[in-house]
C-alpha cells in the first residue's frame, strides 16, 4: 500500500537517516553555544538552574555518568531529539490536505483527501533534507542545548493538530494543548505564537471548540503542562550552594522570558521600522 508506505515507513526512514547523518558529524567538543548547557547539567555552574525544565527533568538522568561521558551523551540527546523533529516533519507533511482547491478535488479523490499519486514520496523527502541539512538545524542537532527539545515539542503539537483533521478524535487535541504548554515553560517563541495556536484549534474545530467540556480539560491538561513552571523555582530552594526560596526564584523566571519576549518583540519593530526607511 503506497499511501500507508508514505505516511507511516518513509517518516521513520527518514529519522533514522538523519540520525545517522548527526551521529556521524556529532560534535567531539564543548562549543561556546553547548558551554551553558554543559556547566548546567554537570553541576559546574554555582548557580541553579531556572530556565528549560523540560529539558531539565529529561536530562536528569544524564548527572549519573562519568563527566567525560556527559558532553558526548548531551550531543546524542540533541541527535535524537533532531531524527524525531524530521520523522514529525514528514507526518505532517504527509497528512496535508489536497482538497483546498477544485482542481485538487477533482484529481485527489481519496477518503483523507492525503496525496496518493506515485511521486507522494517527494514532498516528503524533500522537507527533510531541506530541514534536515540546513546549516542552524544541523548545528543544533549535533550540539548540546535545548534548542532540538524545544523544537520537537512544536512539531509534535503541530502533528497532533494534523492528525485530529484526519480522525476527528479529540485525544489529539488533547496532546496538542498538554504538548504545547509544556514547550512554552522551555521556550519564549511558543509563548509568542500562543494566539496562533488557539486560532488553529477554532479553525479545526469550529464551534465544537466552545463546548464547556472540551474547554474544562483542554484548560487543566494546559494547566499541568505550565506546571512546569514550579519544578525548577522548587529544585532552587534546595541548592547545595547557593539557595534561593520560592517565590523569588519563580518571579525571576517568569520575569526572565517576559523581558525576552520583549526584547524580541521590540527588536522585530526595529527591524521592520529599518526595512521601511
Given at each position: 500500500?503506497?499511501?500507508?508506505?508514505?505516511?507511516?515507513?518513509?517518516?521513520?526512514?527518514?529519522?533514522?537517516?538523519?540520525?545517522?547523518?548527526?551521529?556521524?558529524t556529532l560534535?567531539?567538543?564543548?562549543?561556546?553555544?553547548?558551554?551553558?548547557?554543559?556547566?548546567?547539567?554537570?553541576?559546574?555552574?554555582?548557580q541553579?538552574v531556572?530556565?528549560?525544565?523540560?529539558?531539565?527533568?529529561?536530562?536528569?538522568?544524564?548527572?549519573?555518568?562519568?563527566?567525560?561521558?556527559?558532553?558526548?551523551a548531551?550531543n546524542?540527546f540533541?541527535?535524537?531529539?533532531?531524527?524525531?523533529?524530521?520523522?514529525?516533519?514528514?507526518?505532517?507533511?504527509?497528512?496535508?490536505?489536497?482538497?483546498?482547491t477544485?482542481?485538487?478535488?477533482?484529481?485527489?479523490?481519496?477518503?483523507?483527501?492525503?496525496?496518493?499519486?506515485?511521486?507522494a514520496?517527494?514532498?516528503?523527502?524533500?522537507a527533510?533534507?531541506?530541514?534536515?541539512?540546513?546549516?542552524a538545524?544541523?548545528?543544533?542537532?549535533?550540539?548540546?542545548?535545548?534548542?532540538?527539545?524545544?523544537?520537537?515539542?512544536?512539531?509534535?503539537?503541530?502533528?497532533?493538530?494534523?492528525?485530529?483533521?484526519?480522525?476527528?478524535?479529540?485525544?489529539?487535541?488533547?496532546?496538542?494543548?498538554?504538548?504545547?504548554?509544556l514547550?512554552?515553560?522551555?521556550?519564549?517563541?511558543?509563548?509568542?505564537?500562543?494566539?496562533?495556536?488557539?486560532?488553529?484549534?477554532?479553525w479545526?474545530?469550529?464551534?465544537?471548540f466552545?463546548?464547556?467540556?472540551?474547554?474544562?480539560?483542554?484548560?487543566?491538561?494546559?494547566?499541568?503542562?505550565?506546571?512546569?513552571?514550579?519544578?525548577?523555582?522548587?529544585?532552587?530552594v534546595?541548592?547545595?550552594?547557593?539557595?534561593?526560596?520560592?517565590?523569588?526564584?519563580?518571579?525571576?523566571l517568569l520575569?526572565?522570558?517576559k523581558?525576552?519576549i520583549?526584547?524580541?518583540?521590540?527588536?522585530?519593530?526595529?527591524?521592520?521600522?529599518?526595512?521601511?526607511?
Amino acid at each position: 500500500q503506497p499511501t500507508r508506505f508514505v505516511t507511516v515507513t518513509l517518516p521513520w526512514v527518514a529519522a533514522a537517516a538523519g540520525l545517522i547523518l548527526y551521529l556521524v558529524t556529532l560534535g567531539r567538543w564543548i562549543t561556546a553555544n553547548s558551554l551553558p548547557t554543559f556547566a548546567q547539567v554537570s553541576g559546574f555552574q554555582w548557580q541553579p538552574v531556572l530556565s528549560d525544565p523540560v529539558y531539565f527533568l529529561l536530562t536528569l538522568p544524564l548527572k549519573l555518568l562519568p563527566i567525560a561521558w556527559l558532553s558526548a551523551a548531551l550531543n546524542v540527546f540533541s541527535a535524537v531529539c533532531a531524527s524525531l523533529v524530521l520523522a514529525l516533519l514528514a507526518r505532517s507533511v504527509a497528512l496535508l490536505p489536497h482538497n483546498r482547491t477544485h482542481p485538487q478535488r477533482l484529481a485527489e479523490r481519496s477518503e483523507d483527501s492525503l496525496l496518493t499519486i506515485r511521486a507522494a514520496w517527494f514532498p516528503l523527502v524533500f522537507a527533510t533534507l531541506v530541514c534536515g541539512l540546513q546549516f542552524a538545524f544541523w548545528e543544533r542537532a549535533t550540539a548540546s542545548g535545548p534548542e532540538m527539545l524545544d523544537l520537537l515539542l512544536l512539531a509534535y503539537a503541530v502533528r497532533c493538530l494534523l492528525e485530529y483533521r484526519r480522525d476527528g478524535r479529540e485525544s489529539w487535541l488533547f496532546q496538542a494543548v498538554f504538548t504545547y504548554a509544556l514547550g512554552m515553560t522551555d521556550n519564549w517563541l511558543m509563548v509568542l505564537l500562543l494566539p496562533a495556536f488557539v486560532v488553529s484549534l477554532v479553525w479545526l474545530m469550529g464551534f465544537s471548540f466552545f463546548n464547556l467540556r472540551f474547554l474544562s480539560r483542554a484548560w487543566l491538561l494546559g494547566l499541568a503542562g505550565l506546571g512546569f513552571y514550579l519544578l525548577l523555582p522548587l529544585v532552587a530552594v534546595f541548592h547545595s550552594e547557593y539557595p534561593l526560596g520560592y517565590w523569588p526564584a519563580l518571579k525571576y523566571l517568569l520575569a526572565d522570558q517576559k523581558n525576552t519576549i520583549v526584547g524580541a518583540w521590540q527588536a522585530a519593530k526595529d527591524r521592520l521600522v529599518l526595512s521601511t526607511l
